[in-house]
């Protein structure tokens, strides 16, 4: 329904337009409203919301139209005035239009232009509240879709594209929350969702400045992948630093016996890109996957709070630039042979 707010200090003009629209005031397809000048149609504005369209003579007394144009287009900016006044008033007109006034029909009015005037008005208010709801659809679909991906999707046969898998070189990181889900059971969700909120927005920023992105968060948990050059050394330092913010972070008052702590697995090599997921559902993940990400989610897994660790492969790689110990010989889930792990000191 659209909601139309006629200004206008002829009492006559009321009835006119109750007479002239009635079959569409039957059909809810309009809603009029009606002012008698300028200050009372500010009342109105305030006291109904989504008016579409203001119809507004220019002489009234108390508040004439010009000055109430100047109000609406600050208060109401969505809601665009058509200006009714008397064709020899040009002048006051042209000043109407100046001040953002969208069109103007002249008395005595003729009703076919009007409706007219009414339905292209509609049209245009419509098409700007449909624009403005996108935008905020896109900026909601930002919050869950990568943005890369949503770059990807505006290049040319993205379609084509985004179909094809390929092998690359890469790093997975895996970061957990250590002692996080005990915090989930005892405290309020406003509280975990927050703090969690918290903790994934220092470890997503650290990681983007690295070169690295997430691939996903897995409860109290992030997977993130590198991959371009130098991403082994780009996923250390992007750790080390993680560790040291997330150790910074006071204690909350509102949290008791609870010290922020994380432990990270990190491992590199060939990994599988691709979507993953059932096209039935309409649910794809633009992920990787292979034995590189199993293995960085088990070392993880194994580590304690504060460490980080590597395969001996990635220690291999980068004891030259970053100090590491060896730990032990660990026997990871689904591996066969056991493997030499390290852990990052600085």
């Not at 400045?209 to 991403?231: L, R």
């Given at each position: 329904?659209?909601?139309?707010?006629?200004?206008?200090?002829?009492?006559?003009?009321?009835?006119?337009?109750?007479?002239?629209?009635?079959?569409?005031?039957?059909?809810?397809?309009?809603?009029?409203?009606?002012?008698?000048?300028?200050?009372?149609?500010?009342?109105?504005?305030?006291?109904?919301?989504?008016?579409?369209?203001?119809?507004?003579?220019?002489?009234?007394?108390?508040?004439?139209?010009?000055?109430?144009?100047?109000?609406?287009?600050?208060?109401?900016?969505?809601?665009?005035?058509?200006?009714?006044?008397?064709?020899?008033?040009?002048?006051?007109?042209?000043?109407?239009?100046?001040?953002?006034?969208?069109?103007?029909?002249?008395?005595?009015?003729?009703?076919?232009?009007?409706?007219?005037?009414?339905?292209?008005?509609?049209?245009?208010?419509?098409?700007?509240?449909?624009?403005?709801?996108?935008?905020?659809?896109?900026?909601?679909?930002?919050?869950?879709?990568?943005?890369?991906?949503?770059?990807?999707?505006?290049?040319?046969?993205?379609?084509?594209?985004i179909k094809a898998n390929e092998t690359i070189e890469a790093t997975v990181m895996f970061i957990d929350i250590c002692g996080f889900?005990?915090?989930?059971?005892?405290?309020?969700?406003?509280?975990?969702?927050?703090?969690?909120?918290?903790?994934?927005?220092?470890?997503?920023?650290?990681?983007?400045?690295?070169?690295?992105?997430?691939?996903?968060?897995?409860?109290?948990?992030?997977?993130?992948?590198?991959?371009?050059?130098?991403?082994?050394?780009?996923?250390?330092?992007?750790?080390?630093?993680?560790?040291?913010?997330?150790?910074?972070?006071?204690?909350?008052?509102?949290?008791?016996?609870?010290?922020?702590?994380?432990?990270?697995?990190?491992?590199?090599?060939?990994?599988?890109?691709?979507?993953?997921?059932?096209?039935?559902?309409?649910?794809?993940?633009?992920?990787?996957?292979?034995?590189?990400?199993?293995?960085?989610s088990r070392l993880q897994d194994i580590g304690k709070p504060n460490q980080i660790i590597i395969t001996e492969h990635c220690y291999?790689?980068?004891?030259?630039?970053?100090?590491?110990?060896?730990?032990?010989?660990?026997?990871?889930?689904?591996?066969?042979?056991?493997?030499?792990?390290?852990?990052?000191?600085?």
């Amino acid at each position: 329904m659209a909601k139309i707010l006629v200004v206008d200090d002829e009492a006559d003009l009321e009835v006119l337009i109750k007479q002239k629209f009635r079959k569409k005031i039957r059909s809810n397809e309009y809603e009029f409203i009606f002012a008698k000048d300028g200050l009372e149609a500010l009342e109105k504005v305030k006291n109904n919301e989504n008016i579409d369209i203001v119809l507004s003579d220019i002489n009234m007394p108390r508040m004439d139209g010009l000055t109430l144009l100047r109000h609406l287009k600050d208060e109401v900016p969505l809601v665009r005035t058509v200006i009714v006044s008397a064709y020899g008033d040009m002048e006051n007109i042209r000043t109407a239009m100046n001040c953002g006034a969208f069109d103007f029909i002249t008395k005595p009015i003729l009703f076919d232009d009007l409706t007219i005037t009414m339905e292209k008005t509609l049209a245009y208010v419509n098409q700007i509240r449909s624009t403005l709801k996108a935008i905020k659809e896109n900026n909601i679909l930002k919050m869950y879709v990568d943005e890369s991906v949503l770059n990807f999707m505006s290049t040319q046969n993205y379609e084509e594209k985004i179909k094809a898998n390929e092998t690359i070189e890469a790093t997975v990181m895996f970061i957990d929350i250590c002692g996080f889900t005990a915090i989930s059971e005892r405290e309020s969700p406003d509280t975990v969702v927050s703090l969690l909120n918290k903790y994934f927005d220092i470890m997503v920023n650290t990681i983007v400045e690295n070169d690295g992105y997430i691939d996903k968060f897995i409860g109290d948990a992030v997977m993130a992948v590198f991959k371009d050059d130098h991403h082994l050394d780009h996923a250390v330092e992007a750790a080390l630093e993680v560790r040291n913010q997330i150790n910074n972070i006071p204690d909350s008052a509102d949290i008791n016996a609870f010290k922020s702590q994380v432990s990270i697995g990190i491992a590199s090599g060939e990994v599988i890109c691709g979507n993953i997921g059932a096209a039935s559902l309409k649910r794809l993940d633009y992920t990787v996957i292979g034995d590189v990400v199993n293995t960085a989610s088990r070392l993880q897994d194994i580590g304690k709070p504060n460490q980080i660790i590597i395969t001996e492969h990635c220690y291999l790689s980068i004891k030259e630039s970053f100090e590491c110990k060896k730990l032990f010989e660990a026997q990871l889930k689904n591996k066969k042979e056991t493997l030499n792990v390290y852990e990052v000191i600085s």
